[in-house]
């Protein structure tokens, strides 16, 4: 391509640093020239990076530009290292949002969310980032949920779908149930609209996602952060105990089984505590204590698991009237209910052992139950008034019969097995995840295909008549149940087997099913399968994935879980979908506080783009801090980094100089060191304090591929905002060397070029402008990544500067672990520094290490 001609600029004027006049230009012709499109038949190595598709909230806030530009720093460098690089995105489109929008201002929520995709397309591009968009999926779009129908149909057919009668968390201003990943916070509130959300007894949709509990919990194999291992490993909650069966008195009563990890305290269960909801309380209450378990029943269920889990809370509880017998001792044993024993826990049932659990011996303490050690160190010596939990190695059983003296941890096994032998008992593993709850009773979601027949059933909706669409004529009037549910049409559909009517139903699903598979469909976004085989082998898994840490147990852990079911269904044949994954920090608003809309304080990207230009934003945003930490929003500083890429622009295009570099200050050393010496105005002659020629370029060489191996670390591990510093240095090492009398050199040449194809992935519209006024081949982005010379690099001499009384006499070169004693005999052996002692001992020699040495004179401490 032959390079335009532009308006020239006369001598001696400096062209005008204007990020609009280029930004625009290159984006469009990136895309006209499918730059950024992956290959699948690109022999490369495959490299598949992946960032979190947004929801289509209608604007691309700052929160966005910073999750996006440090993935795409790391898609470009590793584009330009020779990596056949997919780095899709798409649009996260089903969900109660765009629905609220359509009860609240009569639109419907596709024309909704289509408005607010081409609205983000538009902004996302003004990013810079180097998405595919030949790939983009948009989970609304029939064509996507098809596939999600399908899918679920799979899941279904293998038993990891069912539909089953629960108590579920109902948000009644969403007027919807959550997943318990949805409820937050200690009040048990909706993760999107902050409800206090209340329970309902409803028949629901479930994955089976407790079947692979325990292959959740096993991360070998990749690499994530510690903190998302620890929520989802909390998260399931896996506990090895014991299932204990305790017979009861009343006739007819099955027993009651517990679970507990300490089946070695069992001698000491001297109470039974029931959940005030566990089923077999109004089969073993007494008449004379109904009334007042009913009544307390009833104010249990009233009171949030996160209060009724609280350790400092008074414990309340009711004797129900019955008796229990302890399996191993045959003693009878009084029956209560009390609130902080849990439904959903273990088995809603406890043998209380006050001796040994907190909250067993404040209750103990609080109804006068008898408290009866069992476990002691070996000492001998217990706690007085207050429960013994210390879990050492040499605690041993006291007041437990046979067992009496045998170590704690063998008795697990041992009064497990004696259980196990009399058929009261087994070993058991419990978990706190539960199956994951994906109906949802609204509209804007795949409907879940299913069809109701009288005479045979539940019936999965057949293949060839996916998708199941949902109708468009719908009223949104704020009813509080979903619009499908009256639409007859929608109602009426017919039964796969005998072709008679049947009702059809009109749950839809979770958005985060959608979400939890999406990753496969970008290798194939058209396909009319879910996903190309061929194209899954050769893509999958995800190499690198960045996002929100809030996604813990909601989206990183139902995609796990998915690829495990498929895979077991025969689909796929990997067992983690993201390989490695990278969180990025929040920006709050300058306020502090989580940007919202309802605050106020969302920062608005647009103003600062049209001000400063696409790429000053993007090197803002990663410049203000360690990406994974983000931090409070705040302008102040995007004037620095702009004018940094203003001092750019001029070293790459201005001519070199030559003759006498001109008085400045020099870059990089302190103003205060450099004592108002100017260079040329007084002292030896430049050329003698700088070094020779040789020297010079060397330095500049060692900084340069200093930087190549710096900055590259940096962006591989997403330190972007060191890698950027470094860059700064660079280029204060590139004007420092102009100034020195060495522009024009091919150590120069090399030293700009190279901080050209550095910038290139955090600023690439300024670099593939300079690289092209620099009459380098289009593109930059498809030029191949420097590499450092380990040989030059190594920084084996340091130079040091030498003053006498703040003005450079010499300069010294060191190794750079020379003792401060040794450099200071060398600095005062200097000529140019005798020559101004005259024969005197200097008052003092000051050394900033690595930095620079002053000599003072007593003339000038005394003068
Ligand atoms: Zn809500
Ligand atoms: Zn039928």
Not at 411 to 419: E, K, M, P, R
Not at 716 to 737: C, D, P, S
Not at 836 to 857: C, E, F, H, S
């Amino acid at each position: 391509m032959s390079i335009q001609s532009r308006p020239r600029t006369r001598p001696g004027e400096r062209e005008r640093f204007d990020p609009a006049s280029y930004e625009g230009k290159w984006r469009e012709r990136w895309e006209r020239d499918e730059l950024y499109l992956a290959r699948d038949d690109d022999a490369r190595q495959k490299h598949y990076l992946l960032t979190m598709y947004p929801y289509t909230s209608g604007d691309v806030h700052i929160g966005h530009w910073y999750a996006v530009t440090g993935p795409d720093i790391v898609a470009r460098m590793r584009r330009m290292q020779g990596l056949n690089v997919m780095f899709p995105m798409g649009f996260d489109s089903f969900g109660l949002p765009a629905e609220n929008a359509a009860i609240d201002r009569g639109i419907h929520p596709a024309t909704w969310t289509d408005a607010n995709i081409d609205r983000m397309r538009a902004q996302f591009r003004t990013t810079g980032c180097s998405f595919d968009w030949s790939r983009e999926v948009i989970t609304s779009d029939p064509e996507y949920y098809r596939c999600t129908q399908w899918l679920f149909e799979q899941l279904y057919k293998a038993g990891l779908a069912y539909k089953a009668m629960a108590a579920v968390d109902w948000c009644p201003k969403d007027q919807v149930v959550l997943a318990r990943e949805q409820v937050e916070g200690a009040d048990r509130h909706c993760w999107r609209c902050g409800t206090p959300v209340v329970k309902r007894d409803l028949e629901q949709w479930f994955f089976r996602t407790t079947a692979y509990a325990d292959e959740l919990l096993d991360f070998s194999g990749i690499d994530w952060p510690q903190p998302i291992r620890l929520m989802q490993t909390n998260w399931i909650g896996r506990s090895e105990g014991a299932e204990i069966d305790f017979p009861v008195e009343a006739d007819g009563v099955e027993p009651i089984r517990v679970f507990t990890t300490r089946p070695d305290t069992i001698h000491g269960a001297t109470f039974m505590v029931l959940a005030p909801e566990h089923p077999l309380v109004a089969r073993l209450t007494a008449p004379v204590a109904a009334s007042e378990v009913a009544a307390y029943v009833a104010s249990a269920r009233r009171e949030t698991e996160i209060e009724r889990m609280s350790a400092e809370r008074e414990k309340t509880g009711v004797f129900i009237g019955s008796h229990a017998v302890n399996p191993m001792t045959d003693e009878r044993i009084p029956i209560w209910i009390a609130d902080y024993v849990l439904p959903g826990y273990g088995t809603g049932a406890i043998m209380a052992v006050p001796a040994h659990d907190e909250r067993d011996h404040a209750f103990a303490a609080k109804y006068d139950l008898p408290i009866r050690y069992v476990v002691a160190p070996a000492s001998g010596e217990l706690p007085s008034g207050g429960a013994f939990m210390a879990h050492t190695a040499d605690e041993v059983l006291v007041d437990s019969g046979k067992f009496t003296g045998m170590p704690a941890a063998e008795a697990i096994a041992a009064i497990t097995q004696q259980l196990a032998d009399n058929g009261l008992g087994s070993p058991a593993v419990t978990y706190r995840l539960r199956d994951w709850l994906v109906s949802r009773q609204r509209y804007w979601g795949a409907p879940i295909p299913v069809v109701y027949c009288e005479e045979h059933g539940l019936q999965l909706v057949p293949e060839s008549e996916l998708p199941v669409l949902l109708p468009e004529d719908v009223d949104f009037a704020p009813t509080g149940v979903s619009p499908l549910q009256s639409h007859e049409r929608f109602l009426a559909a017919t039964c796969p087997i005998d072709g008679g009517p049947a009702r059809r139903e009109t749950d839809t699903m979770d958005t985060f099913v959608d979400s939890a598979w999406y990753f496969l469909r970008y290798v194939s976004p058209h396909s009319e399968l879910a996903w190309d085989p061929e194209k899954l082998r050769q893509w999958l898994p995800v190499d690198l994935y960045t996002g929100g840490a809030e996604h813990a147990v909601l989206h990183l852990m139902y995609s796990r879980f998915f690829v495990k079911a498929l895979r077991d269904i025969g689909m796929l044949d990997f067992d983690e979908p993201f390989l490695a994954l990278r969180n990025q920090g929040q920006i709050l608003g300058a306020d502090h506080q989580r940007m919202s809309k309802s605050r106020g304080n969302v920062a608005n990207p647009d103003e600062l783009v049209a001000r400063y230009g696409s790429d000053a934003v993007r090197l803002f945003l990663m410049f203000i801090g360690p990406w994974d930490q983000g931090g409070p929003w705040s302008t102040t500083g995007i004037d620095g980094v702009h004018r940094f890429l203003g001092r750019v622009w001029h070293l790459a295009q201005d001519e070199p100089r030559t003759g006498r570099p001109a008085p400045t200050e020099v870059p990089g050393w302190p103003a205060q060191a450099m004592g108002g010496w100017v260079p040329g105005t007084e002292g030896p002659p430049v050329a003698d304090v700088l070094g020779s020629v040789e020297d010079r370029e060397l330095r500049l060489r060692r900084i340069t591929h200093q930087t190549i191996a710096a900055v590259t670390q940096d962006y591989e591990a997403f330190r972007f905002n060191t890698g950027i510093a470094k860059l700064m240095e660079l280029a204060n090492g590139v004007a420092q060397a102009r100034e020195n009398g060495i522009a024009g050199s091919s150590a120069y040449g090399e030293a700009i070029d190279t901080l050209i194809l550095l910038l290139a992935p955090s600023a690439p519209h300024i670099a593939e402008e300079l690289w092209e006024r620099r009459g380098k081949p289009y593109s930059v982005h498809q030029q191949a990544w420097p590499v450092a010379d380990p040989s030059i690099a190594s920084a084996d001499v340091v130079e040091l500067p030498v003053q006498v009384d703040g003005k450079l006499r010499d300069r010294l070169l060191v190794a750079p672990d020379t003792p401060a004693e040794e450099i200071e005999r060398m600095a005062l052996a200097s000529e140019r520094v005798q020559a101004y002692l005259q024969g005197r001992a200097p008052r003092r020699v000051v050394q900033i290490p690595g930095k620079l040495v002053n000599v003072v004179t007593p003339a000038q401490s005394e003068g």
